[in-house]
T-cell receptor, first 110, second 114 residues
Framework: GIQVEQSPPDLILQEGANSTLRCNFS?????LQWFHQNPWGQLINLFY???GTKQNGRLSATTVATERYSLLYISSSQTTDSGVYFC????????????FGKGTRLSVIA | DGGITQSPKYLFRKEGQNVTLSCEQN?????MYWYRQDPGQGLRLIYY???????QKGDIAEGYSVSREKKESFPLTVTSAQKNPTAFYLC?????????????FGEGSRLTVL
């Protein structure tokens, strides 16, 4: 099945710093989503982005489907950005549910 | 408000007991999913259902069972055969075409087996 790798696994930032999270996948995809899991465990949808670029406030995402990666940008980070960021994909080749990466754990310190 | 409701949020059970976790959605979504998350880990798929009265095993289905008698409901039973049932369980549903639509999650159920 499709493999999803996220990097870095852990990231510590000072409040106000910018960061880039990466998601690599091993096959062509027709679905890619980014989620933020907050400290209480809730999974929040950030972007539905199988291709192209989207922006929502301080967050933006780009998926380059032909090169099999997606990037999540966080600018001017805040302590409330802390948590785990997951990338999930579905391969074009199989009608299977979303496969999740292991996540990037982000800690933003004041 | 439209959404996915999971209950209970916290559950404690003795070893050897079956437990049923509820998942209800009012989003009119066809496809529903159960994921398991262990501390510090990613999400692993237990079961999914793309239509009423049909469901498929995910990657870690052993020791679990599901039913899908109504579009809105997809309960998960953690049986006594599940060797390590203590985990965070997340229910989700997808809008639009199955697997290519946008996935939405409930708030999760934390199961602790003593």
């Amino acid at each position: 099945g499709i493999q999803v790798e996220q990097s870095p696994p852990d990231l510590i930032l000072q409040e106000g710093a910018n960061s880039t999270l990466r998601c690599n996948f091993s096959d062509s995809v027709n679905n890619l989503q980014w989620f933020h899991q907050n400290p209480w465990g809730q999974l929040i949808n950030l972007f539905y982005i199988p291709s192209g670029t989207k922006q929502n406030g301080r967050l933006s995402a780009t998926t380059v489907a032909t090169e099999r990666y997606s990037l999540l940008y966080i600018s001017s980070s805040q302590t409330t950005d802390s948590g785990v960021y997951f990338c999930a994909v579905t391969a074009v080749s199989g009608n299977t549910p979303l496969v999740f990466g292991k996540g990037t754990r982000l800690s933003v310190i004041a | 408000d439209g959404g996915i409701t999971q209950s209970p949020k916290y559950l404690f059970r003795k070893e050897g007991q079956n437990v049923t976790l509820s998942c209800e959605q009012n989003l009119n979504h066809d496809a529903m999913y159960w994921y398991r998350q262990d501390p510090g880990q990613g999400l692993r798929l237990i079961y999914y259902s793309q239509i009423v009265n049909d469901f498929q095993k995910g990657d870690i289905a052993e020791g679990y069972s599901v039913s899908r008698e109504k579009k809105e409901s997809f309960p998960l039973t953690v049986t006594s055969a599940q060797k390590n049932p203590t985990a965070f369980y997340l229910c989700a549903s997808i809008g639009g075409a199955s697997n290519t639509g946008e996935l939405f999650f409930g708030e999760g159920s934390r199961l602790t087996v003593l």
